[in-house]
């Protein structure tokens, strides 16, 4: 059974810092990977999404990259900004068509001015 | 691009009653449609999904039921609630398989 981790559960960075948060998961065999951020008491918005073919994607100052063998992804945040406060989730589609994303328990950011 | 409407936004009830949670989309055909819950201190939890009207696949057995009457409708029910029903439920679509899957805004549910 697909597991999704993510490390650590929260985080507090000063303003400026760049960071990553990791996500892993325990069966490689993934259709593709996403990452969502979700503010408090709203729904999540979808930010970077990497098929299993790829090894990364990049919008603005995000980062995904994608490490199928090791079960591994990590979200890069340049020069972060306390806007970026949130908690940021990755989840994992298995290799099988129609089957829906499983979810890590998201890492909390916290960004300090 | 797609939308996703869901409401309420904010619901509270009291053990025993009746639920009905509406999710509708647009600008999209014959999406993938799914119920999560998120409960406090949890992960997100899937529910249900949906690739067609009628087409309704449950992951969790539990106090819930799901229909899709229409291409873009997606209802979440309960006929009793109880305690354990309370989170934030969230209608996610996605255009088909390998595709971002996109979120409504949610509906805070406090079962009392």
């Known amino acids: 059974k697909q597991e999704v981790t993510q490390i650590p559960a929260a985080l507090s960075v000063p303003e400026g810092e760049n960071l990553v948060l990791n996500c892993s998961f325990t069966d490689s065999a993934i259709y593709n990977l996403q990452w969502f951020r979700q503010d408090p008491g709203k729904g999540l918005t979808s930010l970077l999404l990497?098929?299993?073919?790829?090894r990364e994607q990049t919008s603005g100052r995000l980062n995904a990259s994608l490490d199928k063998s090791s079960g591994r992804s990590t979200l890069y945040i340049a020069a972060s900004q306390p806007g970026d406060s949130a908690t940021y989730l990755c989840a994992v589609i298995p290799n099988q068509a129609g089957t829906a994303l499983i979810f890590g328990k998201g890492t909390t950011l916290s960004v300090s001015s | 691009s797609q939308t996703i409407h869901q409401w309420p936004a904010t619901l509270v009830q009291p053990v025993g009653s009746p639920l009905s949670l509406e999710c509708t989309v647009e600008g999209t055909s014959n999406p993938n449609l799914y119920w999560y819950r998120q409960a406090a201190g949890r992960g997100l939890q899937l529910l249900f999904y949906s690739i067609g009207i009628g087409q309704i696949s449950s992951e969790v057995p539990q106090n819930l039921s799901a229909s899709r009457p229409q291409d873009r409708q997606f209802i979440l029910s309960s006929k009793k609630l109880l305690l354990s029903d309370s989170g934030f439920y969230l209608c996610?679509?996605?255009?088909?398989?390998?595709?971002?899957?996109?979120f409504g805004s949610g509906t805070q549910l406090s079962v009392l």
């Open positions: 990497i098929q299993s073919s790829q």
């Open positions: 996610g679509t996605t255009g088909g398989v390998g595709e971002k899957l996109f």
